[in-house]
Nanobody, 125 residues
Framework: VQLQAFGGGLVQSGGFLRLSCAAS????????MGWFRQSPGREREFVAG????????GYADSVKGRFTISRDNAKNTVYLQMNSLKPEDTAVYYC???????????????????WGQGTKVTVSS
């Protein structure tokens, strides 16, 4: 599966953005999906994940209540709605796919075999 993320940009603190990740190749619905981010000097971190059918989601504590992951299998796309953005959310955001069926806490531990290029999000204070 090939992944392409887009939707990043510059936004003020308290603002919102919606990231999208379009997939092509093998059946999109056969992949669990995740969003990760990496800021300069820091390791890549898990942000959110969603199961194949969309019925199970998981979030990092730092974004819980502010970010929402969703997917549209008919459009081969996964989304990350980011509200109440903070300067510490500034990072390059990546989408990733895992061919295993992941649910609940498993979304945090997936190997995520396939990665798209990142899209940069900058939140100004």
């Amino acid at each position: 599966v090939q992944l392409q993320a887009f939707g990043g940009g510059l936004v003020q603190s308290g603002g919102f953005l919606r990231l999208s990740c379009a997939a092509s190749g093998r059946s999109f619905s056969s992949y669990s999906m995740g969003w990760f981010r990496q800021s300069p000097g820091r390791e890549r971190e898990f942000v959110a994940g969603i199961s194949r059918g969309g019925g199970s989601t998981g979030y990092a504590d730092s974004v819980k209540g502010r970010f929402t992951i969703s997917r549209d299998n008919a459009k081969n796309t996964v989304y990350l709605q980011m509200n109440s953005l903070k300067p510490e959310d500034t990072a390059v955001y990546y989408c990733a796919a895992d061919s295993s069926p992941l649910y609940g806490s498993g979304l945090f531990r997936g190997t995520y075999d396939y990665w798209g290029q990142g899209t940069k999000v900058t939140v100004s204070s």
